[in-house]
């Protein structure tokens, strides 16, 4: 498959355990915040959302956490499997300006079985 | 099956041969994009359209051009390509702009080579 990127950050965790992948966004006035998930050989998918007036959202297994004053993003998965083996990007947004996502470098995640 | 669909999948090309890439959603989208994907850089966006006619530029939007003639097509046209335009390129669409967040689909990707 396609290779989504070289040098990403890596983040290894076990089959089972919780994985915890961060992001910091970078522009203060972004209010819409988005996680996809890129499987080798695939365009992103959307996993969660959050809007700035939450500082938490939890989906299936996923849970997004936000704060504003750090402008720091975080995507939580529970009970780690296989198949969540992919980069991870975060996207930032104004709602209103568009549809202009401004998208983090992303982050490797490996499970090791 | 709703989805975006991009053409060609894979492309080597040489420096000046214009091309075009070409994008489909089937899904009525107002909403389509153009993003391409560097290592190191994730996705940057170069084009979007907001509907039919209506088009501007993203962050990336030099050596590239789009048009918008239907509203389920969305081509990414260039016209001199140059070896800096080697890339991944990703087509998205949605409807209602970003309030439709969760509903932002994107292509399966055209790789492009410029040699």
């Known amino acids: 498959g396609e290779s989504v990127g070289l040098h990403l950050p890596t983040l290894s965790v076990q089959e089972g355990d919780n994985s915890i992948i961060n992001c910091a966004y970078s522009n203060s006035a972004s209010d819409y915040f988005i996680w996809y998930k890129q499987e080798s050989g695939k365009g992103p998918q959307f996993i969660i959302d959050?809007?700035?007036?939450?500082d938490k959202r939890q989906g299936q297994r996923v849970t997004v956490l936000l704060n504003k004053t750090v402008k720091h993003l975080s995507l939580q998965i529970a009970a780690t499997q296989p198949g969540d083996s992919a980069v991870y990007f975060c996207a930032e947004a104004i709602t209103g300006g568009g549809n202009k996502l401004t998208f983090g470098t992303g982050t490797q995640l490996k499970v090791e079985l | 099956e709703a989805q975006v669909t991009q053409n060609p999948r894979y492309l080597i090309t040489v420096t000046g041969k214009k091309l075009t890439v070409t994008c489909s959603q089937n899904m009525n989208h107002e909403y389509m994009s153009w993003y391409r994907q560097d290592p190191g850089l994730g996705l940057r966006q170069i084009y979007y359209?907001?509907?039919?006619?209506?088009?501007d530029k993203g962050d990336v939007p030099e050596g590239y051009k789009v048009s918008r003639k239907e509203k389920r097509n969305f081509p990414l046209i260039l016209e001199s390509p140059s070896p800096n335009q080697t890339s991944l390129y990703f087509c998205?669409?949605?409807?209602?702009?970003?309030?439709?967040?969760?509903?932002?689909?994107f292509g399966p990707g055209t790789r492009l080579t410029v040699l």
């Open positions: 359209s907001m509907n039919v006619e209506v088009t």
């Open positions: 959050i809007r700035s007036n939450m």
């Open positions: 998205a669409s949605t409807t209602r702009g970003l309030a439709g967040g969760r509903e932002q689909f």
